[in-house]
């Protein structure tokens, strides 16, 4: 399902700013900036009530991170600390985000629009973007610069050319527009419910189906 196996589980090396890199240039069309909402019984538990928001999706390439899988015991100030960002403000005890299994210490920042570091900042949708760079933490903690909504993901879910719409095809996901609250909410236990919901549908009706087809 991804490009390559996800790596051993996240040690305690203390993250780098080159960790905080763009891995992929910006968006074309196709899916970008919808949200792929796993389907019950997918055949992977890393991916289970996962939803995930496409950040860039090409012929050769598609890429997404999870918007509601959090790090137990790991939030955005103890990571920001661990980094040696100095923030002016008190930070929400927000969890950071496993994005997906690629390259897990690897760190992006979905954000409200209302940000953007020149040359680094990827438009993802409509008031959606992506900084994976360091000057994008520095702006968490700015009481000035600070987006109005941001979440901090490690590790981001990949396919190769064509994987994605194949898996689309066999119903290994579904698709819907995002929300705010769908993207940047704190919910995350039921964000892949509220997902379904958009659509009309629910987790048991889909499982019924599933188990008749």
């Known amino acids: 399902m991804v490009l390559k196996a996800p790596p051993p589980a996240p040690t305690n090396r203390v993250m780098s700013p080159e960790d905080f890199a763009p891995a992929f240039d910006a968006p074309t069309e196709f899916l970008n900036g919808r949200l792929l909402i796993a389907m019950p019984g997918i055949d992977d538990p890393r991916f289970e009530r996962t939803v995930l928001l496409v950040c860039r999706h090409s012929s ?3 890429m997404a991170i999870a918007v509601n899988r959090p790090i137990d015991g790991v939030t955005v100030p103890t990571l920001l600390e661990r980094l040696g960002i100095n923030s002016e403000i008190r ?3 927000d969890p950071v985000l496993l994005g997906g299994p690629v390259e897990r210490e690897r760190g992006h920042v979905l954000h409200s629009d209302d940000y953007a570091s020149p ?3 990827m438009v993802v949708g409509d008031g959606v973007a992506l900084t994976a760079t360091r000057e994008v933490l520095d702006a968490m903690g700015s009481q000035t610069r600070r987006p109005r909504h941001a979440l901090l993901a490690l590790g981001y879910a990949g396919w190769g050319p064509g994987q994605l719409e194949r898996e689309i095809q ?6 819907c527009d995002p ?3 769908l993207v940047f909410g704190q919910d995350h236990e039921w ?4 997902a379904l919901a958009k659509l009309g549908v629910s987790a048991a009706q889909l499982s019924t189906q599933a188990g008749t087809a």
């Open 119 to 121: 040359g680094s900042t």
């Open 60 to 62: 050769e390439q598609a």
């Open 191 to 194: 964000k892949w419910s509220r």
């Open 170 to 175: 066999e119903n290994v996901w579904l698709t």
């Open 179 to 181: 929300d705010e609250e």
């Open 91 to 93: 930070l929400p005890d």
